[in-house]
């Protein structure tokens, strides 16, 4: 059993940067992949970013490559979303999940957060 906990969401201006923050509690993380999804209201779920257990995979959405960097310090059972250049479009739900195994788009995944609110206004 795996839980998570997302941190560092807010309100924020069109071009500032936020880190959002996702501690997972269980002896096994490093053996998860991990992802970041975000929902905006009346839209689907989507991966935004995905990285493997030992950080040598990452996937990045379009619309978020360059601008946004998923890490993770498995020593401190926490994966990271640092958040540049944000955009209005960037505001949904963002949602951390954990996978046992890696894909670009984090398809089975077995847990997930409760969900941290970015806001980006114009």
């Known amino acids: 059993q795996v839980q998570l906990v997302e941190s560092g969401g807010g309100l924020v201006q069109a071009g500032d940067s936020l880190r959002l923050s996702c501690a997972a509690s269980?002896?096994?993380?490093?053996?998860?992949?991990m992802g970041w999804f975000r929902q905006a209201p009346g839209k689907e779920r989507d991966a935004v970013a995905v990285?493997?257990?030992?950080?040598?995979?990452?996937y990045y959405a379009d619309s978020v490559k360059g601008r946004f960097t998923i890490s993770r310090d498995n020593a401190k059972n926490t994966v990271y979303l640092q958040m540049n250049s944000l955009k209005p479009e960037d505001t949904a739900a963002y949602y951390c999940?954990?996978?046992?195994?890696?894909?670009?788009?984090?398809?089975?995944?077995?847990?997930w957060g409760q969900g941290t609110q970015v806001t980006v206004s114009s």
């Open positions: 990285i493997s257990g030992s950080s040598g995979v990452r």
């Open positions: 269980g002896r096994t993380f490093s053996s998860y992949a």
């Open positions: 999940a954990a996978s046992p195994w890696y894909s670009s788009h984090l398809t089975d995944v077995r847990y």
